[in-house]
Every structure is written in structure tokens, then in C-alpha cells.
């Protein structure tokens, strides 16, 4: 069966420090995968997704970089984190076109 | 620009009462449509999905979904709700072009004893 990891689950990191977070995928390949920040009120903001190795999209225009380097391997990044970046981090994948997203459990960053 | 929008940020209804939740998108084609449900401290549930065919589909938990092609619109329905249906709801769209999937702000669902 497939499952999705995401890490850490909880972060705390000073202004102007760099962010890795990682999600991986098993039990299927050449998932499509996305990256969304969850905010009170806000809904779901998708920020990046990838249809394959090394393609990506981005939706918003900020400090944050997304990269794939294998196939079921999805990292959210950013140089200089910001108090803005705070917020509830999701990675999900999907299979074919018609197939729903399936989420990690989610990464809470804390920007101090 | 694509873009889902679920113009009520809050609904409050009686237990057993009906319930309609709203979504409408904006997109060139008929994209594929979801309805997730997300309960306190918990991870998102699929309750249902279109893509084609009948435009009424049923979900879990007795919620059914309608799409209206002429509306752009995919509501979300329940007959009578019961105390466990509080919880945030979110429609998604996949905009089937280059699958890129957004969501809704969120309806949050506020059930009266």
C-alpha cells in the first residue's frame, strides 16, 4: 500500500535561518506532488507542485524553493526563513488524474 | 485567474436539520471536483469527487455533491446532519490541464444541540 512521510513534525527556527522539509511517497511511482501551508482562515495555498523528477511549479511568488531529486521525493526550502513563513506545512500526493490527494501529517513551523 | 471560492466562512445548523455547503470555481473546463472534510486536530478525509457522468455523486458519512456545469458550481449536501458533521469542509478543483489542485478557504461547520 502507499504511504506518505513527512518530517520533521514540529519546528522551531530563528528569523533568517535556512528550512528543509521533506516528504517521501512509497507503495507507487511517478506520483504527482504537492506542497500547501495551511493557515486559519485561508484554506489550503498550494505553494508548489511536481508532475515529475525536476518539474516545478510554483504558485507563490516568496522565500520559499521547492525540489525534486528522485521520483517519490518532494523538499520544501528556504535560505532566509521569515516571520511570515510560520504556519502548518502539507505534502500530498496523487496518482492518476481523477485520483484524490493524500496528505502527510503535516510540518508546524514556528519562525521566532 | 483559476480560483475556488466557498463564500460562506462559517454555517451554523440544528442537528438533523439540512445542510448545504457552496463552491464555486472559475476555470476555462470542466476540471475535476472534491470535497474533503477536516475534523478538529485531524488530517483531511475525502468525502467525495466528480469527473464525469451522473452530476449528482454520493460520498461518505450521507453526503451527496452536485455539479452544475451552467454555475460552475459543486455544492455539497446532507439531509440532516448529525453532532459528529462539525468540522472545516474544503472544496478542491484539479485543473486537469497540468494537474495543479487548489482549494477553497474552508467552510467551517457549526452544529446547534
Known amino acids: 500500500s502507499q504511504t506518505i512521510h513527512q518530517w520533521p513534525a514540529t519546528l522551531v527556527q530563528p528569523v533568517g535561518s535556512p528550512l528543509s522539509l521533506e516528504c517521501t511517497v512509497e507503495?507507487?511511482?511517478?506520483?504527482?506532488l504537492y506542497w500547501y501551508r495551511q493557515a486559519a482562515g485561508r484554506g489550503l495555498q498550494l505553494l508548489f507542485y511536481?508532475?515529475?523528477?525536476?518539474?516545478i511549479s510554483s504558485e507563490v511568488p516568496q522565500n520559499l524553493s521547492a525540489s525534486r531529486p528522485q521520483d517519490r521525493q518532494f523538499i520544501l526550502s528556504s535560505k532566509k526563513l521569515l516571520l511570515s513563513d510560520s504556519g502548518f506545512y502539507l505534502c500530498?500526493?496523487?496518482?492518476?488524474?481523477?485520483?484524490?490527494?493524500?496528505f502527510g501529517n503535516g510540518t508546524r513551523l514556528t519562525v521566532t | 485567474a483559476q480560483s475556488v471560492t466557498q463564500p460562506d466562512i462559517h454555517i451554523t445548523v440544528s442537528e438533523g436539520a439540512s445542510l448545504e455547503l457552496r463552491c464555486n470555481y472559475s476555470y476555462g473546463a470542466t476540471p475535476y471536483l472534491f470535497w474533503y472534510v477536516q475534523s478538529p486536530g485531524q488530517g483531511l478525509q475525502l468525502l467525495l469527487k466528480?469527473?464525469?457522468?451522473?452530476?449528482l455523486v454520493q460520498g461518505i458519512k450521507g453526503f451527496e455533491a452536485e455539479f452544475k456545469r451552467s454555475q460552475s458550481s459543486f455544492n455539497l449536501r446532507k439531509p440532516s446532519v448529525h453532532w459528529s458533521d462539525a468540522a472545516e469542509y474544503f472544496c478542491a478543483v484539479n485543473m486537469n490541464r497540468d494537474d495543479k489542485i487548489i482549494f477553497g478557504k474552508g467552510t467551517r461547520l457549526h452544529i446547534l444541540p
Open positions: 511536481s508532475v515529475g523528477i525536476g518539474q
Open positions: 507503495g507507487t511511482s511517478n506520483p504527482n
Open positions: 466528480y469527473f464525469s457522468g451522473d452530476t
Open positions: 500530498a500526493w496523487t496518482g492518476p488524474r481523477n485520483s484524490p490527494l493524500h
